[in-house]
């Protein structure tokens, strides 16, 4: 396959892809230090359009708030690294799209922005489903530590394509 990703990455896309098709299930993603990259890793898939619904790139708070709704209070309050942003992020790109489950993506990919609570290298997921509880969100704080910009983003993507799996 022609593709322009990391293989692994791909891999992991194609096998979101696959197992999602299987259940007739759409996703959306929320990212923000990720860039679009779990977008457009899904994309690399041929066929990705059965399963690819929406993916939004939210880098700024601005945007976070205008196109995902999370809340300027909660941004203000808990920063844009953190369980209640991600957790709003996901709940958001739902209510944006006709996604049946959305992934959100927000951390610190350096080399600077990092402080002593949120250093380099810690990024938050959350994952929301269409069906489910809307408080009853998955979030977790992952801390990949300071491998490079480029490995945290590209260990950021897996785990995000992780929580697409079924």
Not at 77 to 92: D, K, P
Request: with cysteine; net charge negative.
């Amino acid at each position: 396959m022609d593709v322009l990703l990391p293989p692994e990455l791909v891999a992991m896309a194609d096998r979101v892809i696959t197992a999602n098709r299987a259940i007739g299930r759409r996703v959306a993603l929320a990212e923000s230090c990720t860039g679009g990259l779990v977008s457009a890793a899904l994309t690399e898939i041929p066929g990705a359009s059965d399963v690819v619904e929406a993916g939004f790139v939210t880098y700024s708070n601005q945007a976070k708030i205008s196109l995902l709704k999370v809340s300027p209070d909660v941004i203000e309050t808990f920063g844009a690294v953190s369980v209640a942003t991600a957790w709003a992020m996901a709940r958001g790109a739902l209510l944006a799209s006709e996604a049946d489950i959305a992934v959100a993506i927000t951390g610190v990919a350096g080399p600077g922005g990092g402080t002593v609570k949120k250093p380099v290298g810690t990024v938050v997921f959350a994952q929301a489903l269409r069906e489910g509880d809307p408080e009853d969100i998955k979030a977790k704080r992952h801390e990949f530590g300071d491998i490079g910009r480029g490995g945290i983003r590209l260990q950021a993507a897996l785990l995000a394509l992780e929580l697409l799996l079924p």
